[in-house]
């Protein structure tokens, strides 16, 4: 089982956010998850060599 990090905290634009809210209604993605996949993919974009476009990262999470 893996093991978690300490909350984060993560500055998104509006629409963004009303994006995922949207998903998140629905069932369909929660933010935590949002959140996950864009840290994996761009993990193996890194591992593979790969130069990623800035806003991908522009997240900027900081730690609480």
């Known amino acids: ?3 978690f990090a ?3 905290s ?3 634009t509006e629409a963004q956010l009303a994006w ?3 998903r998140r209604l ?3 993605l929660s933010r935590s998850a ?3 996949q ?5 993990i193996a974009a890194e ?3 790969l130069a990623l476009p800035g806003p991908v990262l522009a997240a900027a999470a900081e730690r609480r």
């Open 1 to 3: 089982m893996a093991s």
């Open 6 to 8: 300490p909350p984060l």
């Open 10 to 12: 993560v500055s998104i």
């Open 20 to 22: 995922l809210d949207q």
């Open 26 to 28: 629905h069932g369909t």
């Open 34 to 36: 949002v959140l996950r």
């Open 38 to 42: 864009v840290i994996d993919a761009a």
């Open 47 to 49: 591992q593979a060599g």
